[in-house]
Every structure is written in C-alpha cells, then in structure tokens.
C-alpha cells in the first residue's frame, strides 16, 4: 500500500491498534514498532500453531499482548482489548472480510478512528472477477465506515485492494 500511494500511514507513536490476523507476529511486529512503548497492538490470531510463534514475539515486545481467538467472534475478546483502539489492521483470509471488519470497528474502534483492511478477492470468491468482489466488499464496508482510499496492490500482490476506512 505504501509503495502503490497510501497517502498516510494512520499507525503512529502512542497509537492503540486492534491487528486482526496476526499470524506469527512478523508484520504486527513493525506495527509494535511504529507505535513504540506508550503504544499498544492488540495481536488477535485464530491458529494455535501461529500462536505459539506469536507469542514468542510478544514476550519481547512489552506492547504486543497476543489474543487467541476468532477475529469474527469480537465479543469473545471484548475483554481482553477493553475501550475504543485508534486503529484496526486486518489482515485475514476470509470470505466475510467486510463483515469482520464491520463488526470489529462496531465493537472496538473509536468514532473517527481508521481501519486499514487488505481485501483479497480470491479468498472471497475464487470465480467471480476481482472489481466485482472489491465493489461489494467497498459496499459492504460503507456500512460502517467512509472509503478514505482505496489502492490496488497489484502487481506485488494479485487480486487485492487496500482500503483506508474512517469510522463514522
């Protein structure tokens, strides 16, 4: 997204970043130190075997807290994050993106606040042409939010937009 023009990276020192699909840690890790020690990432991944990983990341990073749970389950985890994040990052492959994401900006991300989310079209229906899905994910996703930009991530990620999203 950076390479391909995102205007401005929302992910600052002292922010508080909600990470959706942390997987072993490598990308939240950069986040973890963007927004340094009087920040916070929330790391919530589903797969046991990349928490092991992501775990062994967090215990060197004071502001990484590792989640196991279900990014499409966000009052399982209600508890764990607390108040309102200035951020939500998604990075998960799933059919219902938009909704994950909708839902978690509901749930977590204060009014104002930004979600970035990289969809991808084959993960959400292999078949049908990527513009397609990419305008019914945007449309899902003004539900919730106002399309600050959207950016395609092509050619060093086939079939995927980026959208910068403000909570309404």
Same mark, same amino acid.
């Given at each position: 997204?950076?390479?391909? +023009?995102?205007?401005?990276?929302?992910?600052?020192?002292?922010?508080?970043?909600?990470?959706?699909?942390?997987?072993?840690?490598?990308?939240?890790?950069?986040?973890?130190?963007?927004? @340094?020690?009087? @920040?916070?990432?929330?790391?919530?991944?589903?797969?046991?075997?990349?928490?092991?990983?992501?775990?062994?990341?967090?215990?060197?990073?004071?502001?990484?807290?590792?989640?196991?749970?279900?990014?499409?389950?966000?009052?399982?985890?209600?508890?764990?994050?607390?108040?309102?994040?200035?951020?939500?990052?998604?990075?998960?492959?799933?059919?219902?993106?938009?909704?994950?994401?909708?839902?978690? +900006?509901?749930?977590?991300?204060?009014? +104002?606040?930004?979600?970035?989310?990289?969809?991808?079209?084959?993960?959400?229906?292999?078949?049908?042409?990527?513009?397609?899905?990419?305008?019914?994910?945007?449309?899902?996703?003004?539900?919730?939010?106002?399309?600050?930009?959207?950016?395609?991530?092509?050619?060093?990620?086939?079939?995927?937009?980026?959208?910068?999203?403000?909570?309404?």
């Amino acid at each position: 997204a950076i390479l391909n +023009g995102l205007k401005e990276l929302p992910i600052k020192r002292g922010s508080s970043v909600l990470y959706l699909g942390a997987a072993n840690g490598a990308t939240a890790s950069f986040v973890s130190d963007i927004v @340094g020690n009087k @920040g916070v990432v929330y790391a919530v991944e589903i797969s046991q075997r990349s928490m092991r990983d992501l775990i062994f990341v967090c215990e060197k990073r004071e502001n990484m807290l590792p989640i196991l749970a279900d990014a499409r389950m966000p009052q399982n985890y209600f508890e764990d994050v607390g108040g309102n994040v200035d951020v939500i990052f998604e990075d998960v492959a799933d059919p219902d993106q938009a909704r994950i994401m909708n839902e978690n +900006g509901r749930k977590f991300l204060k009014k +104002g606040g930004i979600a970035l989310i990289a969809v991808k079209a084959r993960c959400i229906d292999a078949l049908e042409e990527p513009k397609i899905v990419f305008a019914q994910a945007r449309k899902e996703l003004e539900k919730e939010f106002r399309v600050v930009q959207e950016i395609s991530l092509e050619p060093l990620e086939k079939d995927h937009v980026f959208f910068v999203l403000e909570k309404k």
